[in-house]
């Protein structure tokens, strides 16, 4: 009677183990993660590829002098636009006066012998068929005029250098651009090529250098035989961090890659109608990415990196599908996605940071978290 009480006793407590595992099984079962899904579209979307990039000017120039001799004058504003042939300073001259009216009389001197000696050789000429001369004397007197002649081709030539001289003395602007703070003051002596008198450059239009690896050489030269006019595709960020309103175009590619860098450098010339771009200064370039176009975008916050490697979350009926995705450029909150998602699949912008790969999932909004109490 003990055994077969003892059996229904073993039997009872065996039943209610087997319910109460099943019931702790279903208390602890992970309840389904509520997100919002995105469904994946294309888009047109447009960006660019950022390079540093310095202004430089069109056209600079160092001004120095050619000639010797104290500053005596100086005929502008510093920081001034000046016009082409405009004198900007003057060397004292006297010197260079008085060595061009020396030459001058020496060249009359020497026109003057030259025609002397050139009437001699008539004059013997005419003795000389009449036989009434000498051949020698004859001789002697042509041998005077042309070396006469060249006399008074030295004496030109004289001229010539010390008028040209005399114009060193002036510094004029070689073409209309904005002039700098002059590094001489009046009564500075000047040392021929060596004195920095001041620096000139254009400002408009003006230009962008920026170096781009050799890999993209073909790329930009495909932008120059495109782009005839400006346009959209070249864009500027002032140091002050707005966007320059001019856009621009390639006007050169250097002749050969830097052998030790693997780069060549790249010009844009801008407008600069308002002087908003100064010689000099440092700016970001945007080019146009050529890969622009009818891309995938999704937002940025569906996206997890997870060492290096980037991956979204798709909603495929109740399960989430973990993806490796190839990401493009960020365009503000979204992002361009090359590869790893297609049209019309279902990705998930909420509630990811609690998924797992195969995770059970349910659409709706995800609960906020709620504020633990103090003591808890």
């Known amino acids: 009677m003990k055994n077969k009480y003892l059996s229904i006793i073993l039997l009872l407590g065996s039943a209610a183990w087997v319910s109460c595992s099943k019931s702790n099984k279903k208390s602890n079962a992970v309840p389904p993660t509520p997100v919002n899904v995105q469904e994946v579209t294309k888009t047109d979307a447009k960006y660019y590829d950022q390079f540093a990039g310095t202004v430089v000017a069109v056209n600079t120039v160092e001004l120095r002098a050619q000639v010797s001799g104290l ?3 100086i ?6 636009v000046v016009p082409k042939g405009k004198v900007l300073y003057e060397i004292d001259r006297r010197l260079y006066e008085a060595t061009l009216r020396q030459a001058e009389a020496n060249l009359q001197s020497a026109k003057a012998s030259a025609n002397r000696a050139q009437k001699d050789v008539d004059r013997y000429s005419q003795l000389l068929k009449q036989d009434a001369v000498a051949r020698q004397i004859y001789d002697n007197a042509l041998a005077t005029s042309e070396t006469s002649q060249s006399q008074v081709a030295a004496a ?3 001229v010539a250098s010390a008028r040209t001289n005399l114009g060193f003395a002036i510094i004029r602007a070689p073409f209309t651009g904005r002039i700098g703070i002059s590094q001489v003051r009046l009564g500075t002596q000047i040392v021929p090529g060596s004195t920095l008198l001041n620096t000139i450059s254009s400002e408009n239009p003006i230009a962008v250098d920026f170096v781009v690896d050799e890999g993209n050489i073909s790329r930009f030269v495909q932008l120059q035989d495109k782009v005839i006019k400006a346009d959209s595709t070249f864009k500027v960020k002032l140091p002050d961090g707005t966007n320059y309103k001019y856009p621009g175009k390639i006007s050169v590619i250097d002749r050969g890659v830097n052998d030790q860098t693997g780069t060549i450098k790249v010009r844009i010339r801008f407008p600069n109608p308002k002087n908003q771009l100064i010689d000099g200064m440092s700016c970001v370039l945007s080019v146009l990415n050529t890969a622009s176009g009818n891309q995938i975008v999704i937002p940025n916050k569906a996206v997890i990196e997870q060492m290096g490697e980037y991956f979204v979350y798709v909603a495929k ?3 989430a599908h973990q993806l490796k995705v190839k990401t493009g450029p960020k365009l503000n909150e979204n992002i361009v996605i090359f590869s790893g998602l297609k049209v019309g699949d279902k990705v998930i912008t909420e509630g990811l940071q ?6 059970r999932i349910t659409l709706g909004q995800p609960k906020a978290p709620q504020p633990q109490q103090a003591g808890k």
């Not at 005929?75 to 001034?80: A, L």
């Not at 609690?354 to 995770?359: M, N, V």
């Open 71 to 73: 500053i005596t004058g």
């Open 75 to 80: 005929y502008f504003k510093e920081g001034d």
């Open 156 to 158: 030109a030539a004289q």
């Open 317 to 319: 009926d109740t399960i």
């Open 354 to 359: 609690r998924l797992r790969d195969s995770s």
